[in-house]
C-alpha cells in the first residue's frame, strides 16, 4: 500500500506537467486557430481544395482558355491571365505558353457546340464552390431551381479576369494604388459570390469578413507564387516536361482552393467572435 499525501504536500511532479498540458491544451482547442483547426476538418478543407483544383482544371481552365482567346483587347490568351495571377517570370510564362498554346489555335479548334460544352462543364465548377460555402456556414443544399446562380457566378468570374487581365501595370508611386484597387476589386468580387452563391441565405454584414480575408490571402498567394511557383515551373519543366508544369500549376490551384473556401471559413469566426463581444456588451453577466 502506498502512503497517501500529507495535508499541505505537493502532489507529485508528474500530475502537475499533465494537468498543464492539459490545460495548454484547452486553451488551444478554445483559440482562434483552434477554432479554425477543427472547422476545417469538419469541412475537409484540404479535400475540397484539391477537388476545386481537379474540377477547375478540367472544367474551367478549357473555358477560359477559350474566353480569353477571343479577347480582342488581351491578345495573349490564357496565357497572360495565368501569368499575372502567378505572377510569373518570363522563363515560366515561355512553358505555360507551351503548355496551352497560341489563342488563335484554340479559337480555330472550338466550334459552337464546343463552346457550349465548356459552358456546361464551367457550370459545375460553380456548384463546388457553392457546395464548399454552404458547408463553411453549415447550411443545407440549396435546390435545383437555384442553379441559375451558377451561370452568374460564371459570367461574373469571367468579367472579374477579363477586368483583371485588362487593367494595364502602372509603375513607379501608382503601383500602391493599384494594388489597392485590384485588392479592392477582389474583395468585392467574393463578397458578391457568397451572397449570390448561398442564396441570401447569409447577411451582407457576415460576408464582408470572409471577403476581405479571402482577398488578402490571395494577395498573399501572389507574392508567395513569385517565388516558388515561378521557379518551379522552370525547373520542373526541364525534368519532367509540360507534365511538370501541369503539376506545379494543380498545386497553385489546390493553393487557391484552401484560400477561397479557408478564407470564408474565417470570415464566419470573425463575424461569430463579433457576435458574441456585442451580446457580452449588451448582456454583461450579472454577480
Same mark, same amino acid.
Given at each position: 500500500?502506498?502512503?497517501?499525501?500529507?495535508?499541505?504536500?505537493?502532489?507529485?511532479?508528474?500530475?502537475?506537467?499533465?494537468?498543464?498540458?492539459?490545460?495548454? +491544451?484547452?486553451?488551444?482547442?478554445? #483559440?482562434?486557430?483552434?477554432?479554425?483547426?477543427?472547422?476545417?476538418?469538419?469541412?475537409?478543407?484540404?479535400?475540397?481544395?484539391? =477537388?476545386?483544383?481537379?474540377?477547375?482544371?478540367?472544367?474551367?481552365?478549357? &473555358?477560359?482558355?477559350?474566353?480569353?482567346?477571343?479577347?480582342?483587347? #488581351?491578345?495573349?490568351?490564357?496565357?497572360?491571365?495565368? #501569368?499575372?495571377?502567378?505572377?510569373?517570370?518570363? %522563363?515560366?510564362?515561355?512553358? %505555360?505558353?507551351?503548355?496551352?498554346?497560341?489563342?488563335?489555335?484554340?479559337?480555330?479548334?472550338?466550334?459552337?457546340?464546343?463552346?457550349?460544352?465548356?459552358?456546361?462543364?464551367?457550370?459545375?465548377?460553380?456548384?463546388?464552390?457553392?457546395?464548399?460555402?454552404?458547408?463553411?456556414?453549415?447550411?443545407?443544399?440549396a435546390r435545383w431551381h437555384t442553379m441559375w446562380r451558377h451561370v452568374v457566378f460564371l459570367a461574373l468570374l469571367v468579367l472579374a479576369l477579363l477586368l483583371f487581365v485588362n487593367t494595364p501595370a502602372p #509603375? =513607379?508611386s501608382a503601383g500602391a494604388g493599384a494594388a489597392l484597387a485590384d485588392l479592392t476589386g477582389t474583395c468585392l468580387f467574393f463578397w458578391v459570390a457568397q451572397r449570390l452563391l448561398l442564396g441570401g441565405r447569409?447577411?451582407?454584414?457576415?460576408?464582408?469578413?470572409?471577403? %476581405?480575408?479571402?482577398?488578402?490571402?490571395?494577395?498573399?498567394?501572389?507574392?508567395?507564387?513569385?517565388?516558388?511557383?515561378?521557379?518551379?515551373?522552370?525547373?520542373?519543366?526541364?525534368? +519532367?516536361?509540360?507534365?511538370?508544369? %501541369? &503539376?506545379?500549376?494543380?498545386?497553385?490551384? @489546390?493553393?487557391? =482552393?484552401?484560400?477561397? +473556401?479557408?478564407?470564408?471559413?474565417?470570415?464566419? &469566426? @470573425?463575424?461569430?467572435?463579433? @457576435?458574441?463581444?456585442?451580446?457580452?456588451?449588451? +448582456?454583461?453577466?450579472?454577480?
Open positions: 500500500m502506498t502512503a497517501a499525501t500529507p495535508p499541505g504536500a505537493h502532489p507529485p511532479a508528474r500530475g502537475t506537467a499533465a494537468h498543464r498540458f492539459l490545460r495548454l +491544451y484547452t486553451r488551444l482547442l478554445a #483559440s482562434p486557430a483552434g477554432l479554425a483547426w477543427n472547422r476545417g476538418r469538419e469541412m475537409e478543407l484540404l479535400h475540397r481544395a484539391m =477537388g476545386f483544383a481537379a474540377l477547375g482544371f478540367l472544367t474551367l481552365v478549357p &473555358l477560359l482558355v477559350v474566353v480569353a482567346a477571343a479577347d480582342p483587347t #488581351s491578345g495573349q490568351g490564357f496565357t497572360r491571365w495565368l #501569368s499575372q495571377a502567378l505572377g510569373i517570370s518570363a %522563363v515560366s510564362q515561355g512553358e %505555360v505558353e507551351r503548355l496551352f498554346g497560341t489563342p488563335g489555335t484554340a479559337l480555330q479548334r472550338t466550334t459552337a457546340l464546343g463552346l457550349a460544352a465548356l459552358a456546361a462543364f464551367g457550370l459545375t465548377f460553380g456548384g463546388a464552390v457553392q457546395t464548399g460555402y454552404e458547408k463553411v456556414w453549415d447550411l443545407p443544399t #509603375s =513607379g447569409v447577411r451582407w454584414s457576415a460576408l464582408l469578413p470572409g471577403a %476581405v480575408v479571402t482577398a488578402l490571402c490571395l494577395l498573399g498567394l501572389r507574392v508567395f507564387s513569385q517565388f516558388v511557383f515561378s521557379p518551379l515551373i522552370a525547373s520542373n519543366a526541364v525534368t +519532367y516536361g509540360p507534365f511538370g508544369t %501541369v &503539376l506545379v500549376l494543380q498545386s497553385w490551384l @489546390v493553393g487557391v =482552393g484552401v484560400v477561397v +473556401y479557408g478564407g470564408a471559413l474565417v470570415g464566419r &469566426l @470573425v463575424h461569430e467572435s463579433r @457576435v458574441h463581444r456585442r451580446l457580452a456588451r449588451a +448582456y454583461p453577466p450579472r454577480d
